[in-house]
């Protein structure tokens, strides 16, 4: 392929077709523009640069409606009343913003390493920063109201709760992704459209969503592994040919044997969980000072140990006020556990490549104590507070009573059996899930959907509603 104004030694083209090594990602393939329903290939090298394609992605994610319903997705304390608390909004732009620090830092760092991604194919260390940010941005676009109870609730109906009865009509594989219903393959369903009446899929690029799968693997087998990539799963049965799809497409390497379905990670996908990681170890500190929940003296002493080596002191002691003392130290600590995980991913860029590096970036970390102690006293005070125990039983039993009314009903309405109790039920459903569903499974999966996508506010009235308790 010719390119004007763009001087090109063949030479070059020699290189890149005998650099891969066959049991090594490569970052052409990686970084792939390829989209759902694409018949060929998108290249960089022919982008428009005031509308990049990775940049699409983020602004698909912003305009979404599953986005949106995290604004009232609470983070920490759900159904807070508190201003200052984070949602699940407030965080994931959060995370986006990391997110984009540490792709471009990384970027930056593989571009000198291959210069021929910029200079034959026009990659930019922004096209790095533009997919960690897009793919932080819908990480947790997936997880259902009420926080992670809202995973175990949905998960314990079937395993414990009324929804053991279908147990003897699913695979093994179709229950196991119900009794442990998983956010983020929830939301890899919410991000592609090869199931209708997910929000007619947003068609991510193929590089953004490999980024998104911190998890690429099925829900089976389970047998616990050291590699972080086998943690949970990232994909349901009704999405696994368009998963394979998307791996197979970059070039990730295959770490299961058929039928099983696994892959070791997409590099970037290490670099949205560090992003994560940092923002939930932080900030949710942040949010229980702010609650009053962790005492300043604490938030002083465990946060300074991490930004001992860039803080002012001069401009610290000019801060008044706890708040401006506790934001500056928290801006301070997330910077340094940036630059600490850029340095942990270039140091080990050859294994991730690989697929021989099996841990959580910042579990390589030089700050890897120090989080671990303030993630320990998080969960003593914030995660374990009588307000958030409180709220979580308070979603569990919305949760558990939407789902059995919902699958009771359109199961009914399947076998022809359903009542007017039932029908008016199923009118409370949206016209978008009205859909026949033939396959047991997919009608059970179906209503868990629905079921995630509510907001903390519009579960609490729906289930307020078929209570009679709403006026």
């Known amino acids: 392929r010719i390119y004007p104004n763009r ?5 070059v083209f020699v290189y890149l077709t005998t650099n891969h090594t066959q049991n090594k990602m490569n970052w052409e393939q990686l970084l792939s523009l390829k989209r759902q329903g694409d018949t060929g290939k998108r290249l ?4 428009d640069e005031t ?3 990775f940049e699409v992605d983020y602004d698909r994610i912003i305009f979404s409606s599953a986005f949106r319903s995290l604004q009232d997705k609470t983070q920490v304390i759900p159904l807070s009343k508190t201003d200052f608390v984070h949602t699940r909004l407030t965080h994931s732009l959060e995370v986006s913003v990391v997110g984009r620090s540490l792709g471009r830092l990384v970027g930056k760092k593989i571009i000198e390493k291959y210069p021929y991604l910029q200079d034959i194919h ?11 940010a897009a793919a932080s941005l819908a990480h947790d676009i997936g997880n259902p109201p009420f926080g992670h109870s809202g995973e175990k609730a949905i998960g314990e109906y079937f395993s414990i709760g009324k929804g053991q009865q279908y147990k003897n009509q699913l695979s093994p594989k179709q229950w196991q992704d119900l009794v442990d219903f998983e956010g983020n393959a929830n939301g890899f369903s919410v991000l592609n459209s090869s199931r209708p009446g997910v929000e007619g899929g947003i068609r991510l690029s193929f590089a953004t969503l490999g980024a998104f799968m911190k998890y690429p693997k099925e829900s089976l087998p389970k047998k616990p592994t050291k590699n972080i990539a086998d943690k949970k799963y990232g994909f349901f049965q009704t999405d696994k040919d368009f998963f394979q799809e998307v791996a197979l497409e970059m070039g990730m390497i295959p770490n299961k044997n058929n039928p099983d379905i696994g892959f070791e990670r997409h590099p970037l996908a290490y ?8 923002c939930y170890t932080i900030i949710d500190f942040e949010d229980g000072i702010n609650l009053g929940l962790i005492s300043e003296d604490f938030a002083l ?10 803080i002012d002191s001069s401009k610290y002691k000019t801060l008044e006020t706890k708040e401006d003392r506790i934001s500056y130290l928290r801006a301070l600590a997330i910077g340094s556990l940036i630059n600490d995980a850029v340095k942990v ?3 080990n860029e050859n294994n991730i490549l690989a697929g021989n590096f099996p841990f959580a970036l910042m579990d390589k970390s030089k700050y890897k104590a120090q989080m671990d102690d303030i993630i320990k006293i998080s969960i003593k005070n914030i995660y374990q507070s009588r307000e958030v125990i409180e709220k979580e039983l308070v979603g569990y039993q919305i949760i ?3 789902l059995d009314k919902f699958i009771v009903a359109f199961n009914n309405k399947f076998e022809g059996k359903a009542s007017n109790y039932d029908q008016l039920i199923l009118k409370m459903l949206p016209e978008k899930h009205h859909l026949e569903k033939e396959n047991l499974y997919e009608r059970l999966l179906h209503i868990c959907h629905y079921i995630s996508m509510l907001t903390d506010g519009n579960a609490l009235r729906l289930y307020e509603t078929l209570q009679g308790a709403k006026k």
């Open 301 to 310: 002493e465990y946060l300074i140990k991490l930004v001992k080596d860039s």
């Open 7 to 11: 001087n090109i030694k063949p030479i």
């Open 51 to 53: 509308r990049l394609g």
């Open 271 to 278: 670099l949205v969980e560090a992003a994560d990681d940092i």
């Open 122 to 132: 026009g990659y930019q260390m922004n096209d790095f920063g533009a997919i960690v």
């Open 44 to 47: 960089r090298i022919e982008q």
């Open 345 to 347: 991913f270039i140091e």
């Open 400 to 402: 558990q009573t939407l």
